[in-house]
């Protein structure tokens, strides 16, 4: 494999972003800062900030798709030299002042090869040896990445290399965008009954309009299901055991309303604080320096944050951020270990995780920091929070629908999880040539395969 410095693969040189500062963001051109760059590793029509630009800044500073984007300073020295690669967006797009964009040439070089080997373990040694570290950050140069020496293959090689690996990011992208789908389902549902309260408020205007108590009854049908007053009589004749069964969910609904201190809640749906259903709590310190790789997923506040060969939760479990990224929420379908930036959820008198998972996105967390110096959860203060008194019944049947969709999600994660493991460990094996681009057709047709479900 021949190697040569990065600068002889560049279009244009190596550039800087623009400073920007916040009080001039909040209009006007999308701008990629190190937020997106370590969020998203290919950028694809991303949501963004935005900040003035004029026509000078607009000639040097734009993005074209292919650019690599590394991040110049970071607090944690595995964040500096960070690489991204932007792919397109529907409108312009510049960057700002703690990145450097890296333009190759289209002739020699095919971008996402240049992405994944930056992303690999060679890649990240290569950068880590130009880190600087200071006192409270770590960064690079451009003049220093401009010398970095970088693989140089054919563009055949190159291409062949991307289409294998880029048909599997596209298969991972194509299962998050299906989890994102079905969770906004689950919580589109979640808010529809025990929010906005949608089937007791059909009722109540059926009842308000003249009509009868079975009249009342299908219209809250209707709101469940999502299907018209003729669906439900073809769904009563082919259907009758499914009918059956969303007649008995909308009949859990009350059809009143009543005031309290929450507002108007459905009539004998008190308030009730959230302790009386839900428990948060300690995760427990595991430092680094002692976890042993293994199967169970270690979650900080800021989500999975590595692994260990035991666990402390069996799963499925609720994780909330404690300390630093103060009440994030993630679930967690196998068994984990929670450390003490985080609280793990205990469920009690009738709750199901997965009602709790969703009530508890609705609540606010991330709102509730009460520590100016390291952003912090006190959990009695979310034990104060006061919630109607959700008949468990309802909560079973919300369980029940929403299982499928979980068990969905949890099998996509799977998936994702597999597939990055085989990405992540063919790009060293075809760049060393232990592995040739034909002894893995079979992984690749796979994955195109997959990708065109």
Not at 93 to 116: D, G, T
Not at 217 to 231: D, H, R
Not at 394 to 400: D, E, N, R
Request: aromatic share 10%; hydrophobic share 40%.
């Amino acid at each position: 494999m021949k190697f040569k410095p990065l600068s002889e693969l560049l279009e244009i040189p190596l550039r800087n972003g623009l400073t920007k500062p916040k009080k001039l963001r909040g209009s006007g051109v999308k701008m990629v800062n190190m937020g997106e760059l370590f969020k998203y590793p290919r950028m694809t029509s991303i949501p963004m900030d935005r900040a003035p630009l004029t026509e000078k800044e607009a000639d040097t500073s734009f993005l074209r798709t292919g650019d690599l984007l590394f991040a110049r300073q970071s607090l944690v020295r595995e964040g500096a030299g960070k690489c991204s690669i932007f792919l397109y967006d529907t409108e312009p797009v510049f960057f700002e002042s703690h990145l450097i964009r890296c333009r190759l040439c289209a002739k020699k070089c095919n971008p996402l090869f240049y992405y994944y080997y930056f992303d690999s373990p060679a890649g990240k040694q290569a950068i880590d040896a130009i880190i600087e570290q200071g006192a409270g950050a770590a960064g690079i140069r451009g003049s220093d990445l401009a010398k970095l020496n970088v693989p140089s293959p054919s563009i055949d090689f190159q291409n062949n290399v991307v289409s294998i690996l880029d048909a599997i990011d596209k298969k991972i992208e194509t299962n998050h965008q299906i989890n994102q789908t079905l969770e906004q389902m689950a919580q589109a549902l979640f808010k529809s009954w025990f929010v906005n309260f949608e089937p007791v408020k059909a009722k109540i205007a059926t009842l308000e309009a003249g009509g009868s108590a079975e009249d009342a009854l299908l219209a809250a049908m209707q709101v469940i299901s999502g299907k018209t007053a003729n669906q439900l009589v073809t769904l009563s004749a082919e259907q009758p055991k499914h009918y059956a069964e969303l007649r008995a969910t909308a009949e859990l609904f009350p059809s009143t309303m009543q005031d309290s201190e929450l507002g108007e809640i459905p009539e004998r749906w008190y308030p009730s604080r959230l302790d009386q259903n839900i428990e948060l709590a300690y995760g427990k310190a595991l430092k680094k320096s002692t976890r042993v790789e293994g199967k169970y997923p270690v979650y900080g506040s800021g989500g999975v944050a590595g692994s260990h060969n035991e666990f402390l939760v069996s799963g499925p479990g609720i994780i909330v951020g404690r300390k630093g990224t103060v009440g994030s929420i993630y679930w967690e379908p196998h068994n984990f270990y929670p450390i003490d930036t985080t609280f793990y959820v205990i469920v009690k008198n009738g709750y199901s995780l997965a009602f709790a998972y969703y009530l508890l996105q609705t609540l606010g967390l991330s709102e509730m920091n009460t520590d100016a110096a390291v952003p912090g959860l006190n959990r009695n203060n979310v034990y104060r929070l006061e919630v109607p008194s959700f008949p468990e019944p309802l909560i079973s049947q919300f369980s029940q629908i929403i299982t499928p969709l979980s068990e969905k999600i949890s099998e996509s994660n799977a998936e994702s999880l597999t597939l990055t493991q085989l990405r992540d460990s063919l790009f060293p094996k075809l760049l060393s040539g232990q592995l040739t681009v034909s002894d893995v057709k079979g992984p690749r047709q796979e994955a195109e395969v997959s990708a065109d479900v």
